[in-house]
């Protein structure tokens, strides 16, 4: 399988601790974006990497999160002291373009990570 | 900053029958894209529109890009069972890759 793949797909905590998790994106994508989305609602924009680096990060996102992208491949995702309100299905998303230009490249989403926190 | 409003919430149709969602933007769209999520899965990329009053089609999706560039439609003819899920159109991404979504258009069709 050459898609993104996500892992896990499924992360059940009790609130407080901290979890994360991991987007494998397809292979020479040089783009790597993070959504959130809950029930009803279309991906909510979380933080973007374009090669190792983190360009652009949603207000949103509290100082519990935290995205990293060492080698320019995969990616993290870690939300720390988690509340019951960052239960979401977490997505993740990679494409292919050139860099410093307005982004039209087509972007294949991963299977998601659902998180519940109790 | 940009949001994108999707019309109707919901449709519910008969199989067979023609199904039309719209996506109205604020602000003028340099391009716009148009995603299906089914139910349990995540959002899969169907098209771009970028030059205004485009029209593409797909088999039985054609969408359509406003002469403004700030409205889009996706319509489907004669809907099948397997049309099923949520049918969202995307703005543009910025040169720091944010896009954003609208909540989407949930379609249901009964056999």
């Known amino acids: 399988d050459t898609g993104v793949s996500q892992d896990p797909r499924h992360k059940i905590t009790k609130r407080g601790q901290n979890v994360t998790f991991r987007c494998d994106p397809i292979?020479?994508?040089?783009?790597l974006y993070w959504y959130r989305q809950t029930l009803g609602q279309g991906p909510e924009f979380l933080t973007y990497?374009?090669?190792?680096?983190?360009?652009?990060k949603s207000r949103l996102l509290s100082d519990r999160f935290s995205a990293e992208r060492p080698k320019g491949s995969f990616s993290t995702l870690e939300i720390q002291r988690t509340e019951q309100g960052d239960s979401a299905m977490y997505l993740c998303?990679?494409?292919?373009?050139?860099?410093?230009?307005?982004?039209?490249?087509?972007?294949?989403f991963g299977p998601g990570t659902r998180l519940t926190v109790l | 900053g940009q949001q994108v409003m999707q019309i109707p919430q919901y449709q519910h149709v008969q199989e067979g029958e023609d199904f039309t969602t719209y996506c109205n933007s604020s602000?003028?769209?340099?391009?716009i894209q148009w995603y299906k999520q089914r139910p349990g899965g995540h959002p899969v990329f169907l098209i771009q529109?970028?030059?205004?009053?485009e029209v593409k089609k797909q088999k039985r999706l054609t969408f359509q890009f406003g002469e403004a560039k700030k409205n889009s439609s996706l319509h489907i003819t004669a809907t099948q069972t397997t049309d099923v899920g949520t049918y969202f159109c995307?703005?543009?991404?910025?040169?720091?890759?944010?896009?954003?979504f609208g909540d989407g258009t949930t379609l249901t069709v009964k056999p």
């Open positions: 529109l970028v030059k205004s009053g």
């Open positions: 998303a990679s494409s292919l373009g050139a860099s410093g230009v307005p982004s039209t490249d087509t972007q294949y």
């Open positions: 990497f374009q090669n190792e680096a983190q360009l652009e």
């Open positions: 995307a703005g543009p991404r910025t040169n720091a890759g944010k896009s954003t």
């Open positions: 292979s020479e994508h040089n783009r």
């Open positions: 602000t003028t769209l340099s391009n």
